[in-house]
């Protein structure tokens, strides 16, 4: 079977990317427990981010509307150029628009993805941490941070980051079992009790 190793990744990141855009989530902003519950409407999503985007308003009033637009749109782009192979300019962007919005936590996840697509582990490892601290249950951040340890060959590392995401959220299994940062792990009885 032919794995595409980032297909699935890609559509979860863009996802996980564009939530905490919504989110709005300013540093030492932690999501609130309405933020942490399903929505169960779409007019009950949009109220709450517009309810949190409101409380990091308040806390940072030297970042302007504009500038946390154009921040949103810079880093979105930054990563899906480094997707789609662009990976030096990618990172520029995601670096703009870090620096246009230091408090948005969906820049952190980006420069993570990037850095990541550029094999830069470590300094991938080091933003998906920043995301952690602001949104200890981000399950993409704790996902990434298993794949890193994966391609480093730490399995102990690796295999207790992935049921940390599973734990929050069951359809990193399917996941997990499709990508080749797991690949060798097929066979290995614990992966294949945590991905079953």
């Known amino acids: 079977m ?12 863009l996802t996980s990317a564009m939530v905490l855009t919504l989110w709005g989530c300013g ?3 932690e ?20 309810a949190q985007q409101t409380t990091a308003k308040t806390q940072v009033k030297h970042i302007s509307e504009a500038d946390r637009t154009q921040s ?5 782009e930054g990563l899906e150029k480094a997707f789609a192979g662009e990976k030096e300019e990618g990172l520029a962007l995601v670096k703009e628009a870090y620096a246009l919005d230091p408090t948005n936590v969906a820049n952190y996840y980006n420069m993570a993805m990037v850095y990541k697509l550029r094999d ?8 998906f941490e920043q995301v952690l601290a602001h949104d200890p249950d981000n399950t993409w951040s704790i996902y990434g941070i298993a794949t890193i340890y994966a391609d480093q060959g730490n399995d102990q590392e690796a295999l207790d980051w992935l049921e940390k995401a599973i734990a929050l959220d069951p359809s990193v299994k399917s996941v997990a079992a499709e990508q080749d940062h797991f690949e060798r792990f097929h066979g290995n009885p614990r992966f294949e009790e945590v991905v079953k």
């Open 2 to 13: 032919t794995r595409k190793p980032y297909n699935t990744y890609i559509t979860y990141a």
């Open 27 to 29: 540093l030492g902003n």
């Open 31 to 50: 999501p609130s427990d309405s933020m942490k519950a399903p929505a169960n409407t779409a007019t009950s999503l949009n109220t709450q981010a517009a």
């Open 72 to 76: 949103q749109r810079l880093s979105t």
């Open 120 to 127: 830069e582990l470590d300094e991938s490892k080091s933003w």
